[in-house]
């Protein structure tokens, strides 16, 4: 694995050992990104940073943080990546000391402009997005690229929690597999289909209606 594109592409980064994460592969990331870069509700490109310049990104089920390192080497502001099998974090941790990138505390203040900085959120998924929009955390683009086989039981998460940390106008990039419908109540503007793998690019563009229970 490593970095395909931006101020790092080519720097090498290390997946999880096992089967228990499946990081998506170079090619399909550089397409994805490059699909990415070509939508103008994610085009942001601010005095040269790169394409994704401006965004505070979120990566949920991060894995080895593949998808928020890679949007941080295109000019994303932050990222938070969350994840919680303890190899995954771990590679994901050491990828971002590859490239250089420090890891801070959700309160800290932002850095600099065209200083990126990870927040790593090791733990479930529901309760660090509950957490995120009690404390009113907001996200522009966001990664989402849960188990394949879990994803039915996933989206009502997605669809439950992530409506309450999007600015209007946030970018969506979902993994499934191919044939799996995304599902989520947000403007789709982009499917593609890279083998096994189907991607799904979505625009939230005013908050989605309700669905299920509230968060506890």
Sequence with gaps: MRVVGGAWRGRPLQAPPGRGTRPTSDKVREAMFDVLGALPE???ELAGR???AGHEALDVFAGSGALGIEALSRGADA?????????ALRALRGNLVRVGVPIVRAEDPPG???EPRAVVLAGDVRRTLA???????????????PPYDEYEQVRPVLVRLLERVLVPGAVLVVESAAGTAAG?????????????????????EAPPPAEGEAAS
């Design 184 to 204: 989520l109540p947000w403007t789709v503007v982009r499917e593609k289909r890279y083998g096994d793998t189907q991607v799904t690019f979505l625009v939230a």
């Design 79 to 87: 990222c938070t990546f969350v994840e919680s099998a303890a190899p």
């Design 50 to 52: 790169g394409p994704l």
């Design 42 to 44: 994610a085009r942001r």
């Design 112 to 114: 600099a402009p065209g």
């Design 131 to 145: 957490a995120d929009a009690r404390s009113g955390t907001r996200y522009t683009l966001v990664f989402a690229d």
